[in-house]
């Protein structure tokens, strides 16, 4: 089983080739980060174009790195959601091509399942059930994985993710955006003082598992404004002092946005136990979870409760071509595909794109259990 996987759902065109013991043979990456650093922040119209100019070639490298050929393949996984649409649709659409000019079956890929599975490829020994914690751009949530395909969410964000609010707050402080937000400020922090701001944990009189970033947001920008910090002013021409009052906000937040998540994730471990009392693993993963400070913190939660962190390394935590391409071959296996399209499709044909998609039900008792 060798599957090819297509990702094209954010601002990354990622394509890779795995095979069915796990064994990556090929892995690449097209970044828009100058793009987002330029924009400050991603524009569908111009992230679609960015996708369209690389996805040929993407695809074409990760099948010469993995010394193979479309002929070799056995399917062709390509993420159909949640995202956004304009973007999403350049990956199907390449997908459709590849999969009808060689009569291959299409598995469609939900991105968010994408970045839990993967944990499974770089841990063989994961098996269900277990929890996930996933923490990127654009989501936070927190999963019980039941089964493949059969998910329960425990939490999510009413707002904002956390990687969100490191990507503001690393604009604000005139880090360099040519790397995302997030590796720059948890490289600053490293110099700065978590305690030296005061910024309040999120939520605190809500016994759930969702989160809020938006009002952490806040905090963070008057706490800049308050001291003056001008963003325009990049972090490499600030004197000594205007630098490290930037890594003590730097510092600050991501203990707070940090501490927001440990406390859910422990909250959360006991709701799962009520519907699962065998899970052992707490997977993390999405692009926040390439974070080592996150991952030390969490690391203190999971063996409070007893349980192990998962965390895949940090190329297969942001987006990638792998975890989708991994997650194709586990719905493969039980036989949840498409077949081959036909090689010509109709002008109109309406690709399955799902931009808003929710992976699995929300758990009813988390309501009722929070009042
Ligand atoms: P989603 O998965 O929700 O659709 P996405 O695809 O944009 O969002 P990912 O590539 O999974 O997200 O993650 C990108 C996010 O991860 C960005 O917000 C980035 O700042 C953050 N991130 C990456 N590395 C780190 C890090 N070391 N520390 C904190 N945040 C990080
Ligand atoms: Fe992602």
């Known amino acids: 089983l060798v599957v090819l996987g297509i990702e094209t759902s954010c601002d990354d065109t990622a394509a890779a080739v795995v095979r069915g013991n796990g064994e990556i043979l090929s892995q690449v990456v097209s970044s828009q980060a100058d793009l987002l650093a330029r924009y400050g922040g991603v524009a ?22 993995a010394n193979l050929t479309a002929k070799n393949l056995s399917a062709v996984a390509v993420t159909i959601g949640p995202g956004l649409s304009l973007c999403l649709r350049v990956g199907v659409q390449k997908a459709h091509k590849l999969a009808g000019s060689f009569n291959l079956p299409i598995v469609g890929v939900h991105h968010m399942e994408a970045h839990t599975l993967v944990a499974r490829l770089t841990e063989r020994e994961l098996q269900f059930p277990f929890m996930a914690l996933l923490i990127s751009g654009g989501h936070n949530l927190l999963i019980l994985a039941r089964d493949l395909g059969q998910y329960i969410q425990l939490g999510t ?22 790397r995302s937000g997030g590796p720059a400020i948890e490289e600053l922090a490293r110099e700065g003082d978590a305690a030296s701001v005061k910024f309040s944990t999120p939520m605190q009189h809500h016994k759930d598992c969702n989160f809020s970033y938006a009002g952490l947001k806040t905090q963070v920008r008057l706490a800049i404004q308050s001291r003056n910090i001008n963003a325009e002013t990049p972090i490499s021409s600030a004197n000594s002092q205007d630098r490290v009052a930037r890594a003590d906000i730097a510092a600050s937040f991501q203990r707070v946005a940090v501490l927001h998540l440990e406390e859910r994730c422990e909250r959360a471990i006991e709701w799962a136990r009520r519907i699962e009392p065998s899970i052992e693993h707490l997977v993390v993963s999405g692009g926040v ?41 586990e719905h493969f296996r039980v036989g949840r595909f498409d077949p081959p399209p036909p090689a010509e499709l109709p002008v109109d044909f309406m690709y399955d794109v799902r931009p808003r998609w929710p992976l699995g039900e929300e758990y009813a008792e988390g309501k009722s259990e929070a009042r």
Do not use: F
């Not at 956390?162 to 604009?171: L, N, S």
């Not at 409070?304 to 975890?323: A, E, F, R, Y």
């Open 44 to 65: 569908p119209k111009m992230a679609e174009e960015a996708h369209i100019k690389a996805i040929d070639q993407v695809v074409q490298e990760a099948l010469d790195r």
């Open 157 to 178: 964000s009413i707002d904002d993710a956390i990687g969100e609010a490191y990507d503001k707050t690393a604009k604000w402080l005139g880090l360099d955006l040519r």
């Open 289 to 329: 979870a390439s974070n080592k400070y996150v991952r030390a913190r969490l690391d203190t939660v999971v063996k409070k409760k007893n349980i192990q962190l998962v965390c895949p390394p940090p190329s297969l935590c942001t987006d990638n071509g792998v975890m989708v391409a991994w997650a194709g071959i």
